[in-house]
């Protein structure tokens, strides 16, 4: 009997270190599988579902589910209910997949412990500032290894996306860390400047200076100089250079800008939205209806059909009508609005680096996600649900505030 309770009593620190271990290797698998574009992300989501099921079923005292996570699932019900009641294909459940897959990525993050075993002392910070170095370095070499494509991927978004997502990441440890590994990350973070100016991508240096505008309320007078002059210099700078054709890209858009493609299929888009019914107007068109009805009034078909608006605003004012636009615009701003509040009365300087860091990341996902990918997808939802994870985990913690 005193072995049975013996072993009872050490059952929940055995289940919690195992999900511990299930989730860690969760998280970082979809982090690294989608920084080197591996495929592999819905295996390391099993694993982490599996992860949190140990922690429910195991030892359910451990596990809660608190405002911000239950707000999220409310949110997510209500996109997934609302978008197949509106739908004409609601047989499709791509999209119920890839919202809610990310949730175990989201509450993966959040439940991640801060050390691993009583031994391994691997804290998380090493380990994300060697997966941003090691992106930088892989990307360079599969450039000249295949010269024909874009780096470790086919789709010229795609690096772009992860050059904007690791370079704050690479600029934090430049100023959070010392002595000669702080000039590893400054060139590293110039080899990704230079990567990203490689993929021609011009979402991807607006979402750059996006998530460099973004921090200059929380700047001091020095700081917020720096900043905007850097915002206005930079560009001028590699305009006159001409590096990798950054002058040529930057002509092309001024000179060509009403007859850019967003900008006409943004136009197409309104006047399709503009027929939309009465409850259409409110509650949208449903999942996959933009690809069929937008066909009916594209200048591009018959040489490209394209399932999305290029703009998340449109997609989800067409998808989810007036309700999904308003729930879309209110829960990036809440969270937005959140990471910046805690940041600012945050009395520990590293504490309220990291969440300069969080507001410059989820900053330069939107806005390059915005314009290249469609939201509901693989590609914009795993990311961010990566970054969504980290910053609730931040906001839970608020030890360090003032």
Known sequence: MTAITKTAS?????????????????????AVSLLFGWGMVPIFLYVGAAGILARLFLTPRQFTIDRPMALLLALVVVIVVQGYLMSPYPTDLRFLKHLSWPLAVVAGATMLPERLGGKLQLTHSPVVAVLALLYVVAQWV?????????????????????????????????????????????????????????????????????????????????????VLAAVLAVPVLLFVTGVYGFDARMADLFGNLTREERVAIWTETLALQSASSGPEWVFGHGFGAFLQDYQTVSSFHGIVDFSFPHNFLLEWLYSHGVVGFVLLVAAYSLF?????????????????RFGMLLIAVTTAHLTHSFFTLPFFSKSTL??????????LRFLKDRRADG
Do not use: E
């Not at 999900?19 to 998280?27: D, E, G, K, W």
């Not at 430049?174 to 400054?186: E, M, Q, S, T």
């Not at 795993?382 to 910053?391: D, I, N, T």
């Open 336 to 352: 937005l609005a959140k990471l910046a509040v805690h940041t600012a009365k945050s009395v520990d300087p590293d504490r309220r």
């Open 382 to 391: 795993y990311p961010l649900s990566l970054v969504l994870g980290v910053g």
């Open 10 to 30: 050490h059952l929940p620190g055995l289940t919690t270190g195992f999900s511990a271990v299930l989730l860690t290797v969760a998280v970082y698998g979809c």
């Open 142 to 226: 599969a450039f000249s290894v295949y010269p024909d494509a874009f780096g470790l991927f086919s789709n010229p978004h795609f690096p772009a996306l992860y050059c904007v997502l690791t370079l704050p990441i690479l600029l934090y440890f430049a100023v959070a860390v010392g002595g000669p590994w702080r000039w590893v990350f400054i060139l590293a973070s110039l080899g990704d400047m230079l990567l990203l100016l490689k993929t021609q991508s011009r979402p991807g240096f607006l979402a750059l200076t996006a998530s460099a505008l973004a921090l200059v309320p929380l700047l001091s007078g020095r700081q917020r100089r720096v």
